[in-house]
C-alpha cells in the first residue's frame, strides 16, 4: 500500500508541474531530446553498450548453461534447447540485426 501511495503521489506531482509548464516547455524538451538522440556520438556508445550487453549476456549464458543444464529437470533443458536452435547468429531477441 505504501509503494502505491508513493506512485499516485509522484503521478499527481508529475501532473501539476507538466501542466504548469505548458506546452511551449513540453516541446523544448522534446527537441532537446531529439537533438541528444541524434548526436553521432551518443549513437555510437548506445549502440557499443547494446553489442556489449548482448556478449555479455550470451557468455553468461553459455557459462549458466554449462554449470547448470545437466542439473535441470528434461522438460526444462528441452525447451532451452529448442529455444537455442530457434535462435539464429544473426538476429537478436529483439529482432534486429547485430550491426
Same mark, same amino acid.
Given at each position: 500500500?505504501?509503494?502505491?501511495?508513493?506512485?499516485?503521489?509522484?503521478?499527481?506531482?508529475?501532473?501539476?508541474?507538466?501542466?504548469?509548464?505548458?506546452?511551449?516547455?513540453?516541446?523544448?524538451?522534446?527537441?532537446?531530446?531529439?537533438?541528444?538522440? !541524434?548526436?553521432?556520438?551518443?549513437?555510437?556508445?548506445?549502440?557499443?553498450?547494446?553489442?556489449?550487453?548482448?556478449?555479455?549476456?550470451?557468455?553468461?549464458?553459455?557459462?549458466?548453461?554449462?554449470?547448470?543444464?545437466?542439473?535441470?529437470?528434461?522438460?526444462?533443458?528441452?525447451?532451452?534447447?529448442?529455444?537455442?536452435? !530457434?535462435?539464429?547468429?544473426?538476429?537478436?531477441?529483439?529482432?534486429?540485426?547485430?550491426?
Amino acid at each position: 500500500m505504501r509503494y502505491r501511495l508513493t506512485f499516485i503521489t509522484g503521478l499527481a506531482i508529475g501532473y501539476v508541474l507538466g501542466t504548469r509548464a505548458g506546452r511551449e516547455r513540453y516541446e523544448q524538451l522534446c527537441k532537446g531530446v531529439r537533438r541528444i538522440t !541524434q548526436n553521432p556520438a551518443v549513437r555510437n556508445t548506445a549502440e557499443s553498450a547494446a553489442l556489449s550487453g548482448r556478449q555479455a549476456a550470451t557468455k553468461a549464458f553459455g557459462t549458466v548453461s554449462a554449470k547448470v543444464g545437466d542439473r535441470l529437470p528434461p522438460s526444462v533443458t528441452d525447451r532451452v534447447r529448442s529455444l537455442r536452435e !530457434q535462435r539464429t547468429s544473426d538476429e537478436d531477441d529483439w529482432g534486429t540485426s547485430n550491426t
